[in-house]
Nanobody, 113 residues
Framework: QVHLVESGGGLVQPGGSLRLSCAAS????????MSWYRQVPEKERELVAR???????NYADSVKGRFTISRDNGKNTVYLQMNNLKTEDTAAYYC???????WGQGTQVTVSS
């Protein structure tokens, strides 16, 4: 059975940092591209970052230079390091395997003073 379990969300002040983790199980993690999305109420889910199975990364313009996606295939985990957080980064963040359409349950990130 496939599981994607996100962790690491929370409340942080503007300018602060958080690292999200997504632990995967039930499929061959290293073979697949992985993504992070985010969503705020009443808006569509937005692609934040993607990492290929070979480690190539791409980012939404809104997070370039602030967020870093990475993966550890030995731990079946994908990370999202978020620095210099802004209030507009407040959202529920979801881990995704786009090829198989697997989704995690999400973790809330709130950026507020």
């Amino acid at each position: 059975q496939v599981h994607l379990v996100e962790s690491g969300g929370g409340l942080v002040q503007p300018g602060g940092s958080l690292r999200l983790s997504c632990a995967a199980s039930g499929f061959t993690f290293s073979a697949y591209h992985m993504s992070w999305y985010r969503q705020v109420p009443e808006k569509e889910r937005e692609l934040v970052a993607r990492i290929s199975n070979s480690g190539t990364t791409n980012y939404a313009d809104s997070v370039k230079g602030r967020f870093t996606i990475s993966r550890d295939n030995g731990k079946n985990t994908v990370y999202l390091q978020m620095n210099n957080l802004k209030t507009e980064d407040t959202a529920a963040y979801y881990c995704n395997c786009p090829t198989r359409n697997y989704w995690g349950q999400g973790t809330q990130v709130t950026v507020s003073s």
